[in-house]
């Protein structure tokens, strides 16, 4: 599953906690089914070598900034990291324990950060400028050819990481902004997973003469990740209650801490034989 802080190491700007209930068709659901089951038999992709900079990197340039900020996550020393962003004004206020507390995320950062990274590109007009480099996607974690946005702030370059109007919320929220992200992140997440179980069980019924799978089975054949079964990265708890001797079945996900890692509990169940989620604050309770 993908770490939250992913979204801040990579420049996206936003997440929007999905909410209501969605219903996929059952031509759909098998299709994307199928699709699990041929990831199975896939083989495993190549890891990309990075050449390093392909340009001259002059000290305190733009690429220089980029260069710097990914050493410093890769070397998790994300405060000093954040401050080359304009999302400094969140992290400031976070006391060194509270940062502990996304250190779950930061070290599931500092993996995907290779040891060097590809930049071959800098732009500067003025005090804006553009750097180009080979970045984790946010997809799929592998490298691709992405564009940085930086501004001049006095002396120094800072990464856009976020848009004018995110900049704006987190000055006004500051150290608040991170907890919330976390939180949004966490349940669009916990949201896919339920999508991903309802294509799981669909793959899973094909090949079992109609009958649906537990967590464990499911994980066991490789139709869902192993960290499914913790709450430690994914912020929710996930249980997966079969019925009719397997031929039904019904999925939640429920905050590990109401408030902290998550405030929606969903439910996936099965209506005339669709999968379909639905989702209520329950104040920490799950959703029956």
Not at 28 to 47: F, G, H, N, R, Y
Not at 76 to 87: C, Q
């Amino acid at each position: 599953m993908k770490p939250f802080f992913l979204v801040v190491s990579i420049g996206v700007s936003s997440l929007m906690a999905l909410s209501c209930s969605v219903a996929a068709s059952e031509a759909e659901i098998e299709k994307a089914a199928l699709a699990e089951a041929q990831k199975k038999v896939a083989s495993q992709p190549v890891a990309m070598s990075p050449r390093g900079a392909t340009i001259e990197i002059l000290p305190n340039s733009p690429a220089d900034t980029v260069r710097v900020f990914y050493a410093k996550l890769r070397e998790k020393r994300i405060r000093e990291a954040i401050h080359l962003t304009n999302l400094k004004p969140a992290i400031e206020g976070l006391t060194d324990e509270e940062l502990k507390e996304f250190a779950v995320d930061f070290e599931a950062i500092a993996k995907l950060i290779p040891a060097e990274i590809e930049i071959n590109g800098e732009i500067v007009s003025g005090d804006n400028a553009t750097v180009t480099a080979k970045l984790p996607s946010a997809d799929d974690e592998k490298l691709e050819l992405q564009q940085l946005e930086l501004k001049r702030s006095g002396d120094h370059w800072i990464i856009l990481s976020v848009d004018a109007e995110t900049e704006k919320k987190i000055k006004r929220e500051g150290k608040n902004y991170f907890y919330a992200l976390k939180i949004d992140t966490h349940q669009e997440e916990a949201r896919k997973m339920l999508e991903r179980i309802a294509k799981a069980q669909m793959a899973h019924s094909l090949q079992n003469h109609g009958r649906y799978g537990d967590i464990k089975t499911l994980i066991g054949v490789g139709f869902l990740p192993a960290d499914i079964e913790t709450s430690e990265s994914t912020g929710y708890v996930y249980a997966v209650e079969l019925g009719n001797e397997g031929r039904t079945y019904q999925a939640t996900a429920t905050p590990a801490v109401y408030g902290k890692t998550g405030r929606i509990s969903y439910l996936l169940k099965l209506s005339d034989g669709t999968p379909r989620v639905t989702s209520a604050d329950k104040k920490g309770q799950p959703l029956k």
